[in-house]
């Protein structure tokens, strides 16, 4: 029996895009061509974080009564983030998360000193050193920590102090870590001896070291003009609704 037409080939869906050096060339397209602020990017990611990490972890699925969160911040664009995500886990009144900042090495860049007195303005204590040699205590202490330290920068060959001290110390807790963007070792290779968070936001869109990463994961990038997602074959999935970020 001839059928008059064909039947409709399936959509064929081309696979989310892992960035492997595109992704500064991107921000720097926002920056200069597409008119974003820094500060506006910054906010964006940080709000997006946050709310990643109400996702990731509601109240009920957190053992302690108090629902502390502690934020490990770096000099650079992932520390500022870090601070943004602190300020609005504060925010969340409703949710009474109680975050507190570690800052070891703070930036001399005016926006991230804006940043830090913001959080600074709103109680978010910040603490003047880490127990390194007493892991436990970071472990009564916290529900989990936020690794906000070393962003698309990071190379697991060549990381200082007080970073590698701090690392040394991540890998031994048990608490659960959550890392904004890039877990804090190569941005395009994973490192065997690197942290293994529960949770990764990535923003814009992820990373190289992420392809195999396999706790929980979230993109933020929808804000991202079309033109770009285009031009970098980014091919981000649909977000839901009026969500700002999406678990992949």
Not at 62 to 90: F, M, W, Y
Request: glycine content about 4%; charged content about 20%; aromatic content about 8%.
């Amino acid at each position: 029996m001839n059928h008059s037409s064909a039947e409709a080939e399936p959509e064929t869906i081309e696979p989310l895009r892992y960035l492997k050096g595109d992704a500064a060339a991107i921000e720097t397209e926002l920056l200069r061509d597409y008119k974003f602020g820094q500060q506006q990017l910054i906010e964006l990611w940080g709000q997006a974080c946050a709310l990643a990490i109400t996702k990731a972890y509601p109240l009920s699925a957190l053992s302690k009564k108090q629902p502390t969160v502690l934020v490990i911040c770096g000099p650079d664009e992932n520390g500022s983030i870090g601070l943004v995500c602190a300020r609005h886990l504060r925010i969340f009144l409703v949710q009474d998360y109680e975050p507190t900042v570690y800052h070891p090495k703070r930036s001399s860049h005016s926006l991230h000193q804006d940043f830090t007195i913001q959080c600074e303005k709103m109680d978010i204590p910040f603490l003047s050193y880490l127990p390194t040699e007493q892991v436990q205590l970071i472990n009564d202490a916290y529900n989990l920590v936020i690794d906000a330290m070393l962003g698309l920068e990071a190379d697991s060959s060549n990381i200082k102090e007080p970073y590698s001290g701090i690392l040394v110390t991540l890998k031994q807790i048990k608490i659960p870590i959550v890392s904004v963007d890039v877990p804090s070792w190569d941005a395009e290779e994973p490192s065997q001896d690197g942290i293994n968070p529960e949770v990764l936001i990535s923003l814009i869109a992820p990373k190289k070291c992420a392809l195999n990463f396999s706790g929980k994961h979230f993109l933020a990038g929808r804000f991202l003009p079309y033109d770009i997602q285009k031009k970098y074959e980014l091919n981000l999935p649909d977000y839901a609704g009026t969500d700002c970020l999406l678990e992949l």
